[in-house]
């Protein structure tokens, strides 16, 4: 659970919001389990519509987070990529606390960690990390 993205350059001056993480999240998971991702995959995923997709994909691709290549799909870019990581261990930070620390079932465990990846800091994050090192 070590974060291997500790030490990442800060892409812009504003950080994602929360929905454009979720959406970055979506593609990442989606691409590792399908491969190529089309917005109709990802509006499924978010239960969301695609008009919805569309704007998130302008967002992200003005980042320049994806790629979105006509009749191809939509990638990641290698930022994109780290960042989808990041956002992931957030997860896995969270999800472990709530299970292992808290007792909660592992579906509550994993919903209350989808809430707290976008609005926690890294620093916060991280501290909990060592905290949960620390009791081990």
């Excluded at 799909?73 to 290698?78: F, H, N, V």
């Excluded at 896995?92 to 579906?107: D, I, N, S, Y």
Aim: charged share 30%.
């Amino acid at each position: 659970m070590t974060n291997p993205h500790m030490n990442l350059p800060q892409l812009s001056d504003d950080p994602l919001t929360p929905s454009s993480e979720a959406y970055l999240d979506a593609i990442h998971e989606l691409s590792h389990r399908d491969g190529a991702v089309r917005s109709v995959d990802v509006a499924e995923k978010l239960n969301v519509s695609k008009v919805s997709v569309n704007k998130a994909l302008r967002v992200l691709k003005q980042a320049e987070l994806v790629m979105q290549e006509p009749y191809r799909g939509i990638y990641l870019t290698p930022a994109g990529e780290q960042l989808a990581h990041r956002v992931t261990w957030r997860h896995e930070v969270w999800r472990e606390f709530f299970k292992f620390t808290l007792g909660m079932e592992e579906a509550m465990a994993d919903s209350e960690a989808c809430k707290l990846e976008h609005v926690a800091s890294e620093e916060v994050v991280r501290r909990l990390e060592q905290h949960m090192k620390k009791r081990v």
